[in-house]
């Protein structure tokens, strides 16, 4: 039932050998693309499978692994108290793609997943530099959490500052570098072209969002533009109108809080983050079918972070069954891929209308005429 279990063994297998010339790690699926910390968390899991050969140990630590996983984000949910209790429901036991990408299919989506769920809920506690810590190690797991990054950082400069988040900034990158120091020694261009190649390219085959376009339009590099661009849009108009809530212009957030003429209103971290997080989903230049669990548990927060009345409750659950039903259908179809986008951008639409910021209360202008005199006061 494991699809790249093999492929990641013999990838730090390589590494347990003593090769740290990142560019000579190779799997039977092709050289290795991940970061270092996916190199010492699947080192760890090399030797307690017996390099790899007891599967089944693997698929109940994963199956550990997925319980806590769930264990982190309902506590993140039980602090947002925005999601009613029945959707828990499908985010444990509906969802079959999600089971296998944990338990069966052992990849290393869901182990960076998980770190960052656990960053959230230090985030949730105030607790910044350790939450800061252990969103870079998710990081160093898989680059898709950067997805989160745009959000933290305006999280962070919201907090503290422009000069109060550059320490939080440091810790980010030097846990980078920690990491990464023994084959930086090595070969440095090696390691960061392999581990953080932004610009490597998907195999159609694999798609599930873009099965409706033709090949050589989904690995154009023009369209790939597009959709960097869009992203990039997206996140500028979510800054500005749904995150930034100040009276002040954004670049307020530049000043130390103290000095800020309007103080802030409390933001919500987790809205800010899985918001940041599910643009990226949306302008993504392919999803695979593990990455699913990218963005699955945000799912019922991003649905039911607006206000919703009590008719509105069934649609929203029938917009999760059809992203589901997207997500498991293998091989993706031309039906399936517009689906999917149908129904993130019903999210997207619920998510910019329904945290609109509201009106303006309007003071009618105080009338000129004077105030009457009664006959008594006459």
């Given at each position: 039932?494991?699809?790249?279990?093999?492929a990641?063994?013999?990838?730090?297998?390589?590494?347990?050998?003593?090769?740290?010339?990142?560019?000579?790690?190779?799997?039977?699926t092709?050289?290795?693309?991940?970061?270092?910390g996916?190199?010492y968390?699947?080192?760890?899991?090399?030797?307690?499978?017996?390099h790899?050969?007891?599967i089944?140990?693997?698929?109940y630590?994963?199956a550990?692994?997925?319980l806590?996983?769930?264990?982190l984000?309902?506590?993140?949910?039980?602090?947002t108290n925005?999601?009613?209790?029945y959707?828990?429901f499908f985010?444990c036991?509906?969802?079959?793609?999600?089971?296998?990408?944990?338990v069966l299919?052992?990849?290393?989506?869901?182990?960076?997943?998980a770190?960052?769920f656990?960053?959230i809920?230090?985030?949730?506690?105030?607790h910044?530099?350790w939450?800061c810590?252990?969103?870079s190690?998710?990081?160093?797991?898989?680059m898709?959490?950067?997805?989160?990054?745009?959000?933290?950082?305006?999280?962070?400069?919201?907090?503290?500052?422009?000069?109060?988040?550059?320490?939080?900034?440091?810790?980010?990158?030097l846990?980078?570098?920690?990491?990464?120091?023994?084959?930086?020694?090595v070969?440095?261009?090696g390691?960061?072209?392999r581990?953080?190649?932004l610009?490597?390219?998907?195999?159609?085959?694999?798609?599930?969002n873009w099965?409706?376009?033709?090949?050589?339009?989904?690995?154009?590099?023009?369209?790939?533009?597009?959709?960097?661009?869009?992203?990039?849009?997206?996140?500028?108009?979510?800054a500005?109108?749904?995150?930034h809530?100040?009276?002040?212009?954004?670049?307020?957030?530049?000043?130390?809080?103290?000095?800020?003429?309007h103080?802030s209103p409390?933001?919500?971290?987790?809205?800010?983050?899985?918001?940041s997080?599910?643009?990226g989903v949306?302008?993504?230049r392919?999803?695979?079918?593990?990455?699913?669990?990218w963005?699955?548990?945000?799912?019922?927060y991003l649905l039911w972070?607006?206000p919703?009345?009590?008719?509105?409750?069934?649609?929203?659950v029938?917009?999760?069954?059809?992203?589901?039903?997207?997500?498991?259908?293998?091989?993706?179809?031309v039906?399936s891929?517009?689906s999917?986008?149908?129904?993130?951008g019903?999210?997207?639409?619920q998510?910019w209308?329904?945290?609109?910021?509201?009106?303006?209360?309007?003071?009618?202008?105080?009338?000129?005429?004077p105030?009457?005199?009664?006959?008594?006061?006459?």
């Amino acid at each position: 039932t494991e699809i790249d279990w093999k492929a990641y063994m013999e990838e730090v297998e390589g590494f347990a050998n003593g090769t740290l010339d990142y560019t000579q790690l190779k799997g039977d699926t092709g050289p290795l693309v991940y970061p270092a910390g996916f190199v010492y968390i699947f080192l760890s899991l090399y030797y307690a499978t017996d390099h790899g050969t007891d599967i089944r140990l693997a698929q109940y630590l994963f199956a550990g692994l997925y319980l806590l996983n769930l264990l982190l984000v309902f506590r993140i949910y039980c602090r947002t108290n925005k999601v009613p209790p029945y959707v828990f429901f499908f985010m444990c036991c509906a969802s079959y793609r999600i089971h296998s990408i944990f338990v069966l299919r052992l990849f290393n989506d869901p182990v960076a997943m998980a770190i960052l769920f656990l960053a959230i809920n230090l985030f949730l506690e105030e607790h910044w530099s350790w939450g800061c810590l252990l969103f870079s190690l998710a990081v160093s797991v898989k680059m898709n959490i950067l997805l989160f990054g745009p959000g933290l950082l305006f999280l962070l400069l919201q907090r503290f500052g422009l000069l109060g988040c550059i320490p939080k900034l440091c810790i980010c990158a030097l846990l980078q570098v920690v990491l990464g120091l023994p084959f930086l020694l090595v070969n440095p261009v090696g390691y960061l072209t392999r581990s953080f190649d932004l610009g490597r390219q998907f195999q159609f085959k694999w798609t599930v969002n873009w099965r409706f376009l033709p090949e050589e339009v989904f690995q154009n590099r023009a369209f790939h533009a597009i959709l960097l661009l869009a992203h990039l849009a997206g996140l500028g108009l979510f800054a500005l109108h749904r995150w930034h809530r100040s009276k002040e212009s954004i670049l307020a957030l530049l000043k130390d809080p103290a000095e800020r003429k309007h103080a802030s209103p409390p933001l919500t971290i987790v809205f800010v983050l899985f918001s940041s997080n599910f643009l990226g989903v949306c302008c993504s230049r392919s999803l695979h079918y593990q990455f699913y669990v990218w963005y699955f548990h945000t799912l019922p927060y991003l649905l039911w972070c607006t206000p919703t009345t009590k008719l509105a409750h069934m649609p929203k659950v029938l917009l999760l069954g059809v992203i589901e039903l997207c997500w498991n259908t293998y091989p993706s179809t031309v039906c399936s891929s517009l689906s999917l986008h149908i129904c993130h951008g019903l999210v997207l639409l619920q998510l910019w209308y329904g945290t609109a910021p509201p009106p303006a209360p309007h003071t009618p202008p105080p009338s000129r005429r004077p105030a009457a005199i009664s006959k008594k006061a006459q």
